[in-house]
């Protein structure tokens, strides 16, 4: 059996065999009611009359249990079969019935042609041309007995060429059915594929994607949008509650398209972000599109430039600010050991003495960063390198200072420049003891080494038991020349952050219950840090 025949298990194949079924069954009721009735008493003049309502019950009955038994064929030979034997009832009732007269012999080519459907190419024609031979045989053996039926040879003779035109054109046809139904699945595939492809970039995309309709409620949010935002789940939701700032942008939007919204943050520790919109019309329902934008790295980006600039500034005039700062430290040092001045004027001295210092501090940590060298990360056993750190620390500490050193068993490894991370932990360490002093007699600072339960990854705090940052502070305690001390000179959690990010560590500053100050350093992998 060759060609391309219908698929048995498709739901198209299924459907097709359901109505031929239904067909056969609706034409052996009519027969049936037709040998019950007196309208085939002209036709049973020239018929045997026994043999048609035989052969009428018998088409009945016959396909009545073949549409219950044969409903999911598994095999082409089933529908062979089926049609086979229909094609060979149906000739045997146009014999009964007297030939061409009765009008059966278009049953044939409708059985044939319904038969093409389902099976294509040679062994489709098979059947038109057992139908066919049929059809001329019987008539041929109806001629021996009913010498008029020799009159019918050309009528039987069309019906058998109508029989092989029906299978080529029913053939024909449902080829180009099948060539459109296999082209549109395709495209139905591509355009599927493509949709996915769609949704997968879409939430693959770091920039975050929101479809807001006319009352703010959430129609698509990507997971971009729903990290940048803090949320697990959106769609379907009005954004009104879960994210004001955003809606009172979008408002600002909506009134003057041509401003640009104010950037935003949307969570207490999140990163900075910039929406912008978009108006999205789907027919008669208008869509607002928001995109949300993480600008913390070009705002980190331009703070790096704006610092490596002012780097090259003052190498370029640090010693033409030195030289008359060191002279003016002098001169007050000089003030300040007179026999002469009084208790005012030796505090203007100290003054004097004081900021002249600061100044040459601030110089000093910027051209740290206009010098600063590449990291160079080794293999590093956390755990050993920290009682090494503790123990070398301790040697340079007063007596109202207490450095506590707190391990998990096990290695924990990581990979780090360990000068840099040692310029990192003084800088936390010394901060901390400075604030727990300012609250308690003895400043003490306790060093937490751990591995994260979720990530898996060395983790290590840096807790003292001062007073904390406020809350009004903390989005500002990592930018640069930020300070709330007199003293200070606001680069110290930069630098720090600076070296631990060059070594793809993460330092963050998290609040305490039980009050005090907690900087956390997120180490990275030893195994995924080049």
Known sequence: MTGEPLALSSQQGQRILKIYHLYRIAIGVMLVVLISSDLDNQLLELANDKLFKYGSWLYLILNGFIALTVRRPQHLAQVFSLSMVDVILLSGLFYAAGGTPSGIGNLVIVAVAIANILLRGRIGLLIAAVAA????????????????????????????ALCFTAALFVQGITRRLQVSETLAEKRAADVANLEALNALILQRMRTGILVLDGQHRVLLANQGALSLLGRDELAGKILDPHSPDLMKRLQHWQRNPTLRPLSMQAVADGPVLQPSFVTLQRGEQQDTLVFLDDISQIAQQAQQLKLASLGRLTAGIAHEIRNPLGAISHAAQLLQESEDLDGPDLRLAQIIQDHSRRMNLVIENVLQLSRRRQAEPQLLDLKYWLHRFAAEFRTTTSENQLLHLDTTGGTIQTRMDPNQLTQVLTNLVENGLRHSAMQHKQGQVWLKLFRDADSDLPVLEVLDNGAGVPVEHLQNIFEPFYTTENKGTGLGLYISRELCESNQARLDYKTRDVGGGCFRITFAHPRKLS
């Open 133 to 160: 031979i049929g059809l001329i045989y019987l008539t041929f053996y109806l001629s021996l007995s009913d010498p008029a039926a020799a009159s019918q040879y050309v009528q039987v003779g069309a019906l058998g």
